[in-house]
Structures are given as C-alpha cells and as structure tokens.
C-alpha cells in the first residue's frame, strides 16, 4: 500500500517530519552561496586570496547535495506533501530556492572552474523557467490563493530570473540572458505594486513570515549586479536599480528593534542572501565610481553578513537539534 494512504498507521516521527520537509530549507544554500559570492567578489578588489573561499564554496555545495538528497527521498516517498506544496500559496513560492541555490553555486564556481559552473547553469536556467512558468501559472488560475496570501517571498521567482545573466553572460549566454532578466525586471515591477498595496492596506503578515520583508532588496540590488553584466555601463537604469535597493534596506534597518522580536523561523534565512546581494551591489558601485563610501558600505555589510550566516546556522542547527522544523501546520 502507498504511504499516503490514510488508512496506514500514522508515520513515525522521523518519517513525518521527512513529509514536512519544505523546499524553503534551500534558502540555507541561497545564504551561504550568496556569502561564498560576496567574499569572492571582496578576494576580487582587493587583490588577495583569502584561503576560506574555497572552503565556503565546497560547504554551499555540500550542504545542496544533502538537501537534494533528503527532498528527492521527500519526492520518492511523499509525494502528496510534494504536490500539496505545489499548490501552497505561500510554500509554492520558495520552490525555485532549488533552481536559485543552482545558479548561485553556476556564479560561486565561475572563477575557478567553469567548467563546473555551465552545467550547473544550464540545469539552474532550465528549472528556473519551468519554476517560473508554473507559479505564474498558479498565481493565475488557483481560486483559493487570497490577498491575505501575498507577501514578500512571491518576489522569489523574479529573482531567480534576474540571477541567470551573472554566470550567462560571462559563459556567453547573452541572448537568453537578457530574456531572463527582462522576465524578472516585469515580475518584480508587477508584484512591487501589489506587495505593497497588501502590506498597507491589508492584516499585518503573519510573524513567521515577517523576514521575508527581507526579500524586498533582493530584486533590485541582484538587477543591479546583472545589468552591469548584461549592459556593461553604470548609465541611469543601473543607478536607479543600485539606490532602489540601498533604499529599501535602509527602510529595513530602520526597523531593526521588530525582527530582533521574533522568534526563530526557518524564513530568518531570508535576511542573508538580500544582504549578499546588497553588499556586492556596494562593492560593483564602488569598482565603477571609485567613490569610497560605496566600498565602506560593502565590507560593512558583508562583516554584518558573515556574523548573520554563523547567527542562522547555529539556530537552525538548535531548532532541527530540538525538533522544531519540519513540523505540520496548524
């Protein structure tokens, strides 16, 4: 018999919490990935090799493959929480954490071996679309997603397109690139207005959700990065995209004392990659105008970033110690 089927006995607790298993555990990978990139890129300006790089890069790679591994048990498994998830209004938008921790580890690879990088790539690239074409799909046509439904981690998907150019370019995927980023630049310009509108005029988001607000930077500040690739020029749009998401973080900042009064979620991981990418935004600023404060603003950030991932790994590994994850909802 399937073990879904409900007249089985009840699952032991490591099977259950196998069921419970979300997709947004790949937020981890999107932080630490992101941190990789950012140090990479601090290696970068100042000239020297810093010899824990490669050990954060084969950590990001690690910690996806054992992610991969306990998801596609999920998948073989479980399959009813998989397709339960799919049609989440708010778990949904955290599957293509899968496609994005690809495409972050294709950028993390590029430097030092890109032959390693364009597979992973190629497969980010692909899932990504697919990704994206179905939850726009969902957003479309699922009568049962609501307003109250909506909040920040719907940008997922847009930055997930946004993120392809960083490696295509340079693997010289020019064309797609730029029908990806467009893909992004439209989603996030759509669902800015409508985020917005929910936050002011509709019930606070649910607490647990709250560091997602996070994810408000991510778009721009990564647009940002990816249209220097694509463009090759700091011309209007690039510095309207750059100060859209210096913007918001500060605008996040400023409400620092709110998330200090949270309990630990598994969606605190979504303060580490916006914060990635904000400061490597500062640092790229910085290359093109030589204007110190922007390199100041990225090492600060990336400082404030390193202590944030030790932050979020430890508390992860003390929630999953204590049975506090991969439970069902209520």
């Known amino acids: 018999m399937s073990r879904n089927d409900p007249t089985n006995a009840p699952p032991t607790l490591p099977a259950a919490r196998l069921a419970n298993f979300p997709a947004s555990f790949f937020a981890m990978v999107m932080g630490l990935a992101g941190l990789t990139i950012a140090w990479e890129k601090a290696e970068a300006m100042l000239s020297l090799q810093l010899d824990f790089v490669p050990w954060l890069i084969g950590a990001s790679t690690l910690l996806f493959a054992a992610l991969a591994l306990v998801y596609a048990a999920k998948i073989a498994l479980y399959r009813d929480a998989v397709r339960a998830e799919l049609k989440h209004p708010v778990r949904l938008n955290f599957m293509p954490t899968i496609s994005i921790s690809l495409l972050l580890l294709a950028i993390a690879f590029l430097p030092i071996a890109p032959a390693v990088s364009l597979p992973l790539w190629v497969v980010g690239a692909l899932s990504q679309l697919g990704f994206t074409l179905y939850i726009v799909s969902a957003w479309m046509h699922e009568r049962q997603f609501q307003v109250h439904h909506l909040n920040p981690s719907w940008f997922i998907p847009a930055v997930g397109n946004v993120l392809v ?11 797609i690139s730029w029908f990806f980023f467009s893909i992004g630049v439209l989603l996030w310009s759509v669902l800015m207005t409508i985020v917005f509108y929910r936050v002011l005029f509709h019930h606070p988001i649910d607490e647990r959700l709250m560091p997602t607000l996070f994810i408000l930077v991510a778009p721009p500040a990564v647009a940002f990065i990816a249209y220097l690739r694509l463009a090759d020029t700091l011309d209007v749009f690039a510095q309207a995209l750059y100060f859209a ?24 991981w979504a303060y580490s990659f916006p914060l990635a990418a904000v400061s490597i935004a500062s640092m ?34 003390l929630a999953v110690r204590e049975r506090g994850i991969c439970l069902p909802e209520h």
């Open 245 to 268: 998401g210096l913007f918001l973080t500060l605008l996040l900042f400023s409400q620092a004392h709110r998330f200090m009064q949270l309990r630990f979620y598994l969606s605190w």
């Open 165 to 175: 150019p960083i490696a295509g370019v340079p693997l010289g995927f020019s064309e």
């Open 284 to 317: 790229a600023m910085f290359e093109q105008t030589g204007t110190r404060l922007f390199g100041y603003l990225g090492f600060g950030l990336l400082t404030m970033l390193s202590g944030i991932v030790i932050l979020l790994l430890a508390s992860t590994a």
